[in-house]
C-alpha cells in the first residue's frame, strides 16, 4: 500500500496536530488513489487554517517544555554539586577525602557525571511533562523548592558539623538569586500559554448520533 | 428579528450532509460538494467549518469506526441537529426572497 509523502505527514503531525478524522481522511483519500500533490495541497491547508495564533501557541508550548527541561537540569545540577561538595567537606573531617579519590577528575568521570545528569534531567522532565500536562509551573516550583530546602538543610547540618562557623547566609543568598531566576523564567515563559489557551483544538468526546428532525 | 444566515459554504456543507444521509463524514462530505456543486474543496476547510457550525450547534458529531485504509484512525461522522435545519430553511427561505423579482432574471 502506498504511503502518503513522509515530510507532508511530519509536517502536518508538528504543525497541525490534533485532528485525527481529518488526518485519517486524508490518508482514506491517497488510499483510493490522490496524488501527492493533492496531499501536499491538503496538508498547506490544514496548516494554514489552523492560524497563526493556533500553531503559536503550540510553539510556545513547546518552548515551555524546552525551558522546563533546562530548569529541571540546572536544579539538578545545582543540587548534584552542591551535595556531592558538601558530602565530601563532611566526610574530610572523618579523614575521608571524597572528591580526591575520583581518578581523573578532569576526565572520564566528569563528562560521565554530565551525561548523566542529562539524562536524569530529560527523564525527570519528561515525567513532569507528562504526569502534570496542566501544571508544570507548580511542579518546577515544589521540585525547586525542595531542592533548595534539601540544600538549606544540608548546610546547615553541615555548618553545625564544623562547629558553628556558618556559612549559611552564602547559601541563602546562593538559592535566593536561583529561585528568583527560576521564578522570572516561569514567568516570562508561560504567561503567553495561559492567555492562549483559548485557541487550542480541544477533542471532543464521542455523541451519539443525531440526526436531522424531520 | 435578526437571522443569522449561513454562508454559501456552510449552506453547501449542511445541504451535503443531507444528501449524502448515510453517517457523512469528511471525506463523503467534500465529495458530494465537489461531485454536485462542482466546487472544489480542501478537507481541512470542511473540518474548520464543520467545527464551527459544531459549535453553533448546527451539527453534531460522533466518532466511528477506523479502516486500515485510514492508519487505524476512526471516522468523525456529522449529522444535521433540529437547529441546523432551522438555518438551512431560514436561509433558503432568505436567498429565495432575494432572488424573487430580480430585475434582469427571470
Known amino acids: 500500500m502506498a504511503h502518503p509523502p513522509r515530510l507532508a505527514s511530519l509536517l502536518l503531525d508538528w504543525l497541525a496536530p490534533g485532528n485525527e478524522a481529518l488526518r485519517g481522511d486524508l490518508d482514506e483519500e491517497f488510499a483510493a488513489g490522490r496524488g501527492g500533490a493533492w496531499y501536499w495541497r491538503q496538508v498547506i491547508a490544514a496548516i494554514a487554517v489552523e492560524g497563526p495564533l493556533a500553531v503559536r501557541a503550540r510553539a510556545v508550548a513547546r518552548f515551555e517544555s524546552v525551558v522546563t527541561g533546562l530548569i529541571t537540569l540546572l536544579l539538578l545540577g545545582f543540587y548534584a554539586v552542591f551535595v556531592v561538595n558538601v558530602t565530601d567537606w563532611l566526610l574530610r573531617f572523618e579523614g575521608v577525602h571524597l572528591l580526591k579519590r575520583l581518578p581523573d577528575v578532569l576526565g572520564f568521570w566528569t563528562w560521565t557525571a554530565a551525561v548523566v545528569t542529562l539524562l536524569v534531567g530529560l527523564i525527570v522532565g519528561k515525567m513532569i511533562h507528562a504526569a502534570h500536562g496542566e501544571h508544570r509551573v507548580a511542579s518546577i516550583l515544589a521540585f525547586g523548592g525542595t531542592t533548595m530546602l534539601c540544600a538549606a538543610a544540608a548546610l546547615q547540618a553541615a555548618t553545625l558539623a564544623q562547629g558553628g562557623e556558618a556559612f549559611l547566609p552564602e547559601l541563602v543568598q546562593q538559592v535566593s538569586s536561583t529561585a528568583a531566576f527560576v521564578v522570572g523564567l516561569i514567568g516570562g515563559v508561560t504567561a503567553p500559554v495561559g492567555s492562549l489557551d483559548g485557541l487550542r483544538l480541544i477533542t471532543r468526546r464521542a455523541a451519539p448520533p443525531i440526526h436531522a428532525a424531520t | ?106
Open chain 2, 1 to 106: 428579528m435578526t437571522r443569522r444566515l449561513l454562508t454559501d459554504f456552510e449552506i453547501m456543507i449542511l445541504l451535503a450532509i443531507m444528501r449524502v444521509g448515510d453517517d457523512p463524514y469528511g471525506v463523503t462530505i467534500a465529495r458530494e460538494i465537489e461531485q454536485t456543486a462542482g466546487r472544489a474543496v480542501q478537507l481541512p476547510a470542511v473540518y474548520v467549518a464543520l467545527d464551527r457550525l459544531e459549535k453553533q450547534g448546527l451539527v453534531r458529531s460522533w466518532i466511528g469506526e477506523a479502516t486500515p485504509q485510514r492508519g487505524g484512525r476512526a471516522k468523525k461522522h456529522f449529522a444535521l441537529t433540529r437547529a441546523g435545519l432551522g438555518s438551512v430553511q431560514d436561509t433558503r427561505d432568505a436567498l429565495t426572497a432575494l432572488w424573487a423579482e430580480v430585475p434582469g432574471l427571470s
